[in-house]
């Protein structure tokens, strides 16, 4: 069962790139199989530069490693291009030895992205990032979509597509007062930044069944985008992402069979965050914590997000929400956690809250509701928990922890009954604590 798969338990921004990077390294092939240039994963590289990546998947400053962005993924090519040429210029090579696109993956087309613009200027805004994400979804639902397959096959009928959409787009885009569109030039500009992903594109469906049925299998680690609570039909609908981002979109996103499936590591902070609207039962308010958590927010682990730039919202670690997600992403004797910003946690003071149940309508729930409206009328159950004064930054080894950092990280344990594998004790490549 060579297939293991990274997912966010949270609302997003839970620091999974730095994971996969770390485990990349124990795996032949790592691969995005859902969501598109809306998500942001940084990795620290060894000589601290940071780099950002969008939707390249966080395998690529491994030298080993191919690369795969699945037929779940949404793709733009002119942001992916822009993508390459960021990764080049840090001296990582990217070829189409280890980068390669589904040919079955969709393509955000530039009236998806008015078409989201024209939206969130509207009554019905969702807080987008404006990317064309939830467009090109709606398109790929209704069976009239372009696929990356149009690139080296019909560059022609892909122009036009793009030509009509935008130009039935005119009244609307006049009447926002957006920016004039030429849309000859426009076509033109797409179609010819996109041929240049022609040597990229193959059958990943094909390419990566056949490795993982080799005499001796490559080990595949399936990197999602996202987190739980943004999952299409799992996650706070509508305030979501138009993707799946559980476990269970890695045999759709990537052409897999469930049975490789090996284990999942569902990944969380203790400070939880979120770019965007919806409910968000432990949201802090007091903007003394506020102030204190956000710190310096020129550091690489500032609480804004990286494909937006916005600030987050904050929250305290939210269990009943995180029980859900797992029990979504699969059983406990396949999942294990990773934790990250534990040394975060003793800016809450000497104590934290943790959020260990809901009450909503005279009931006490264990485990969160399955509905946005539901989240809105919850109020979080907080038992308290003694926090320490050292740096553990430089720490490496869980027995050298503070005697309440270890006891944090067994509580979390005991409450969720799956075991954190991984801790994540300051930005850097090397700051993590493997158990």
């Known amino acids: 069962m060579p297939v293991n798969v990274i997912v966010g338990l949270q609302r997003g921004d839970e620091g999974k790139g730095r994971f996969v990077d770390m485990l990349a390294e124990e795996h032949d092939i790592v691969a995005r199989f859902n969501g598109g240039n809306n998500a942001g994963h940084t990795v620290v590289l060894p000589d601290g530069r940071d780099l950002a990546l969008h939707q390249v998947p966080s395998g690529i400053a491994h030298e080993h490693i191919t690369n795969v962005i699945g037929n779940g993924a949404l793709l733009n090519p002119e942001k992916l291009i822009e993508e390459i040429e960021s990764i080049k210029s840090k001296d990582i090579e990217v070829g189409d030895h280890n980068l390669k696109l589904s040919s079955a993956a969709h393509l955000i087309l530039p009236q998806h992205i008015y078409e989201d613009r024209i939206r969130e ?116 609908y509508p305030f979501t992402t138009s993707s799946n981002t559980t476990s269970g979109g890695v045999t759709t996103g990537l052409g897999v069979a469930p049975h490789h499936i090996e284990y999942v590591t569902g990944v969380a902070k203790a400070v939880q965050s979120h770019v965007g609207g919806g409910p968000f039962v432990t949201e802090i308010k007091e903007s003394a914590i506020l102030n204190a958590l956000h710190g310096d927010m020129n550091k690489i682990d500032a609480e804004k997000g990286t494909t937006t730039g916005r600030t987050r919202r904050l929250g305290y670690l939210d269990l009943p929400q995180i029980r859900r997600a797992q029990m979504v992403n699969g059983d406990r004797q396949h999942q294990t956690m990773a934790i990250s910003k534990l040394d975060w946690v003793n800016r809450f003071g000497p104590l934290v809250k943790v959020c260990v149940e809901y009450e909503r309508k005279g009931k006490i729930l264990d485990i969160a509701p399955d509905a946005a409206y539901k989240l809105e009328q919850c109020k979080p159950v907080y038992e308290e928990l003694p926090t320490w004064e050292e740096d553990i930054q430089d720490i490496r080894h869980f027995e050298d922890l503070p005697k309440n950092a270890q006891k944090y990280i067994h509580f979390i344990e005991e409450e969720t009954g799956v075991f954190i594998e991984m801790i994540g004790v300051g930005p850097k490549r090397n700051q993590v604590i493997e158990r």
């Open 121 to 236: 200027a509207g009554e019905n805004r969702q807080g987008s990032t404006c990317s064309g994400i939830a467009p090109v979804a709606s398109y790929k639902a209704m069976r009239s979509g372009a696929r990356l397959e149009m690139v080296n096959n019909d560059p022609n009928g892909l122009y036009e597509m793009i030509y009509h959409g935008l130009k039935a787009q005119r009244f609307e885009r006049k009447v926002l007062e957006l920016e004039d569109v030429n849309e000859i030039e426009t076509a033109k500009e797409y179609i010819d930044t996109a041929k240049k992903l022609g040597p990229y594109i193959t059958d990943t469906v094909l390419y990566i069944n056949k490795q993982l049925t080799k005499d001796k299998p490559s080990r595949v680690l399936a990197e999602g985008a996202q987190a739980f609570l943004l999952d299409i039909d799992q996650g706070m």
